[in-house]
Nanobody, 117 residues
Framework: QVQLVESGGGLVQAGGSLRLSCAASGSISIVNVMGWFRQAPGRARELVATITSGGRTTYAAFLQGRFVLSRDNAKNTVDLQMNSLKPEDTGVYYC???????????WGQGTQVTVSS
């Protein structure tokens, strides 16, 4: 497992942008899939986006092209660029790494994103 630390959250007005960063304590080059999840108050945690070691990305349909996920295996970072933010994007955003059994088993502590209307 790797240790993950998220940063970059904050308060932003609707229509604004934020860039979240996930820093890993160990090498992520051996991790096939890295992902970002989010959890809004009173709701279940949901998948936002994933990226493979080769850079292939998948995004949740509700994003409608507003977010961009990138990965730097040399720097052991995974960044989530969030544009055209909406109040419904508010929540705690978590970075996660997929383990050898295929599930996401390493998680960061989360970073709060609040989008005001």
């Amino acid at each position: 497992q790797v240790q993950l630390v998220e940063s970059g959250g904050g308060l932003v007005q609707a229509g604004g942008s934020l860039r979240l960063s996930c820093a890993a304590s160990g090498s992520i080059s051996i991790v096939n899939v890295m992902g970002w999840f989010r959890q809004a108050p009173g709701r279940a945690r949901e998948l936002v986006a994933t990226i493979t070691s080769g850079g292939r990305t998948t995004y949740a349909a509700f994003l409608q092209g507003r977010f961009v996920l990138s990965r730097d295996n040399a720097k052991n970072t995974v960044d989530l660029q969030m544009n055209s933010l909406k109040p419904e994007d508010t929540g705690v955003y978590y970075c996660a790494a997929q383990g050898t059994l295929g599930s996401f088993d390493s998680w960061g502590q989360g970073t709060q994103v609040t989008v005001s209307s």
